[in-house]
């Protein structure tokens, strides 16, 4: 069993920055593939960016590439998503999840194994 914990969420103006911190605890940290996914109010959960378990590939969705980073710190059992030049439209309560699937999508909810309980953030115009 693994638990994910997530914080840094918070209100901030259109244009800044925030980092998401995603703990894991449970088996092998380095084991596990990451992703962060996000969801707006009447909307549904979408998928924000990825990192592999191993040589850490990262994928960014286009929505939000150029402003947010996905990076882990195997060592701190910790996943990090750097979001800069907030707009109002990245408000959402944003998830990590982990997975210890092989072969399956890591773009969508079905490709992973366990989620954190989600943290908000809102940003202002």
């Known amino acids: 069993q693994v638990q994910l914990v997530e914080s840094g969420g918070g209100l901030v103006q259109a244009g800044g920055s925030l980092r998401l911190s995603c703990a894991a605890s449970?088996?092998?940290?380095?084991?596990?593939?990451m992703g962060w996914f996000r969801q707006a109010p009447g909307k549904e959960r979408e998928f924000v960016a990825t990192?592999?378990?191993?040589?850490?590939?990262?994928y960014i969705a286009n929505s939000v590439k150029g402003r947010f980073t996905i990076s882990r710190d195997n060592a701190k059992n910790t996943v990090y998503l750097q979001m800069n030049s907030l707009n109002p439209e990245d408000t959402a309560v944003y998830y990590c999840?982990?997975?210890?699937?092989?072969?399956?999508?890591?773009?969508?909810?079905?490709?992973?194994?366990?989620w954190g309980q989600g943290t908000q953030v809102t940003v202002s115009s």
């Open positions: 990192i592999s378990r191993s040589v850490g590939s990262t």
């Open positions: 999840a982990a997975s210890l699937k092989y072969g399956s999508s890591p773009f969508v909810d079905s490709g992973y194994d366990y």
């Open positions: 449970g088996r092998t940290f380095s084991s596990y593939a």
